[in-house]
Structures are given as structure tokens and as C-alpha cells.
């Protein structure tokens, strides 16, 4: 099956967020950050349910050297990004967004 990727106003937002804060960090590493969710993202779309579900059908797909993580659901052939937060930020933040 193939699945559309959908990313919340909210996940844009964090994404937009985690990425303005690495690039005043070093200049480059926004970029970076951005290109290691696209592949999360792609890697998700290729087969989302090889990642664990973390709270009422929301899964969470670890992003490669940053300490982030993609949240999301999986509903018919969509699937919609609810979230893209550092590891530890409260879980609550994303929960009330499921």
C-alpha cells in the first residue's frame, strides 16, 4: 500500500523551530537536521509499522543523529505527522495532540 505523508501545522512548526535553533547553532546544521527527518519520513512512508507504538496508536520513529523523534498515526493510507520533538521534552506536549 502506499501511504501519503501528511505533516500537522504543529509538527511544521517544531520541525521549523528544531531546525532555526541547530542552524544559529552552526551554521549548516539546520539543514542537516532537515535532511536526517526527510529520511525518517521516507523510511516511515516505506513501512510504518515497523515502528513501536508509544500511546493509543501513535508511533515513534527515532531520527538519526539528533535526539529527536517523528510522531505519528496511522489512519487508511495517510499518514500524519502529529509531532517532531526532542527526546526530552514533556510527553505530554505531543499526547494531547493525538
Known sequence: MTYRVRLREEAEHDLEE???WYESQLSG???HFLDNVELALTAIKQNPFSYPVVHRGTHRALISRFPFAVF???RESEIAVIAVMHGS???SLWK???
Open 96 to 98: 494531547c495532540r493525538t
Open 72 to 74: 505519528y498515526v496511522v
Open 18 to 20: 528544531a531546525a532555526s
Open 29 to 31: 546544521l539546520g539543514h
Open 89 to 91: 521534552r514533556n510527553p
